[in-house]
């Protein structure tokens, strides 16, 4: 199995950065592509961003591109999410979930592996 382990979320105001981190543990060798999610209250959880192992290939969602920046470090199992010129619509809890498979997806359906989320609170 593989377990994920998400930190760095907080309480911010507009414009403000955070840094958020994803660890995995476990079998790691099956993770292959990470993509990060998020979910507002009251809101279907969506696509942030996603990263491949390997060639490095990276996907954002619209309402993201230019702000966020999705890195990873095989070496340290880990996966970071850079967010910056934070808005007020950012809030939610962020998931970050892993699969095996080695393209982007960016439906939540098609992860096998998910950390328990982490709050991110933007105020105007």
């Known amino acids: 199995q593989v377990q994920l382990v998400e930190s760095g979320g907080g309480l911010v105001q507009a414009g403000d950065s955070l840094r958020l981190s994803c660890v995995a543990s476990?079998?790691?060798?099956?993770?292959?592509?990470v993509g990060w999610f998020r979910q507002a209250p009251g809101k279907a959880r969506e696509f942030v961003a996603a990263?491949?192992?390997?060639?490095?290939?990276?996907a954002y969602a619209d309402s993201v591109t230019g702000r966020f920046t999705i890195s990873r470090d095989n070496a340290k199992n880990t996966v970071v999410l850079q967010m910056n010129s934070l808005k007020p619509e950012d809030t939610a809890i962020y998931y970050c979930?892993?699969?095996?498979?080695?393209?982007?997806?960016?439906?939540?359906?098609?992860?096998?592996?998910w950390g328990q989320g982490t709050q991110v609170t933007v105020s105007s």
């Open positions: 979930a892993a699969d095996q498979r080695t393209y982007i997806m960016t439906l939540d359906s098609t992860y096998d592996y």
């Open positions: 476990g079998r790691t060798l099956r993770i292959i592509t």
């Open positions: 990263i491949t192992k390997g060639s490095g290939e990276e």
